[in-house]
């Protein structure tokens, strides 16, 4: 049974920083995608960015670019996003997703999902 787990999220200020991180289990992740997204309260879900199966790394949002990075450790299983500068319209539920080998766009071509970790950008 494959298992994404996020966690890292939580409460910061303007400004600040979170490494979120996403724990695989139940499949072999060396041959994964992982993509990350987000969903603000009213808003439509949205790709952040992806990292391949080769190390290669998608921005899907301009305005991360800069901030956020993500990074991939397959003899841990875990994949992490960075989060630097954040600034209130960074709050959102964050997700990890993984699909076979290369990232997509489109969140229906991803297969598993987890459960999501909040983060909320606040003074």
């Known amino acids: 049974q494959v298992q994404l787990v996020e966690s890292g999220g939580g409460l910061v200020q303007p400004g600040g920083s979170l490494r979120l991180s996403c724990t695989a289990s139940?499949?072999?992740?060396?041959?994964?995608?992982i993509g990350w997204f987000r969903q603000a309260p009213g808003k439509e879900r949205e790709e952040i960015l992806c990292?391949?199966?080769?190390?290669?790394?998608?921005y899907y949002q301009d305005s991360v670019k800069g901030r956020f990075t993500i990074s991939r450790d397959n003899a841990k299983k875990t994949v992490y996003l960075q989060t630097n500068s954040l600034k209130p319209e960074d709050t959102a539920v964050y997700y990890c997703?993984?699909?076979?080998?290369?990232?997509?766009?489109?969140?229906?071509?991803?297969?598993?999902w987890g459960q999501g970790t909040q983060v909320t950008v606040s003074s």
């Open positions: 990292i391949d199966n080769n190390d290669d790394i998608t």
């Open positions: 139940g499949l072999f992740l060396d041959y994964y995608a």
């Open positions: 997703t993984a699909r076979k080998f290369l990232c997509s766009s489109d969140y229906w071509h991803y297969d598993f």
